[in-house]
């Protein structure tokens, strides 16, 4: 199946830094990928939408100057949250589909769960 | 605007037990996804359903949809502990993958 992977998994930082989390697809070429986060008991929220070799499509509401994405190649996009804050401290899960047979589905990766203190 | 309501958003059940969980959504779509989060995890596929009267199952787990009524259920048949998780559906909003996610359903299933 296809496999996705996300690094870091935890990431502690100070307020103020930035903070990089890499999303890689391991078995596919992904054309698109998805930026989501996730507060507690709550369900999924869409970030943005990151094709390679254009710009990311950002949700109403989501800070491009803040969280940047870079999707260099079919197979690694990077979401970057800059000057972090307190309230960024969230659960961010990246996603691709795979194209071929499975084209319909999203295959998530493992999650990186960033505490900002 | 597509929404998608889950119902419950909690359930506890004992072992052995069967049950649904609910999943509608307000616009016409025919691309509907169930997916498994354990707690502190991220999503696991567990179904793609995309036809109207789509039926799938994977062990005590049965995914149907019906897209006239726009709605798809997730039924759990004689629960077992390991089926303890939170459970999402979610529905393509339009061909570009985006998916619009149900608030999830908390299930805990008591030995």
């Known amino acids: 199946g296809a496999v996705v992977s996300q690094h870091p998994s935890r990431v502690i930082c100070k307020s103020g830094t930035s903070v990089k989390i890499e999303c890689r697809s391991l078995?596919?070429?992904?054309?698109?990928m998805f930026w989501y986060r996730q507060f507690p008991k709550q369900s999924l929220m869409l970030m943005a939408t990151s094709n390679e070799g254009s710009k990311a499509t950002y949700e109403q509401g989501v800070e491009k100057d803040k969280f940047l994405i870079n999707h260099a190649s079919l197979t690694l996009s990077t979401l970057t949250v800059t000057s972090a804050h307190p309230e960024d401290s969230s659960f961010y899960i990246c996603s691709s589909t795979s194209g071929g047979a499975r084209v319909n589905e999203q295959f998530f990766g493992p999650g990186t769960r960033l505490t900002v203190l | 605007e597509l929404k998608v309501e889950q119902n419950p958003l909690f359930l506890s059940m004992q072992e052995g037990k069967n049950y649904t969980i609910y999943c509608n959504y307000s616009?016409?779509?025919?691309?509907l996804y169930w997916y498994r989060q354990d707690p502190g995890k991220s999503l696991e596929s567990l179904f793609v359903l995309l036809s109207n009267g789509a039926v799938k199952q994977e062990g005590r787990l049965m995914a149907s949809l019906d897209t006239k009524a726009r709605l798809s259920t997730l039924h759990i048949t004689a629960a077992v502990h390991d089926l303890s998780a939170t459970y999402f559906c979610?529905?393509?909003?339009?061909?570009?993958?985006?998916?619009?996610w149900g608030a999830g359903t908390k299930l805990i299933i008591k030995p």
């Open positions: 616009t016409t779509s025919d691309r």
């Open positions: 078995d596919f070429q992904a054309t698109t």
């Open positions: 979610a529905v393509d909003m339009d061909s570009n993958y985006q998916l619009i």
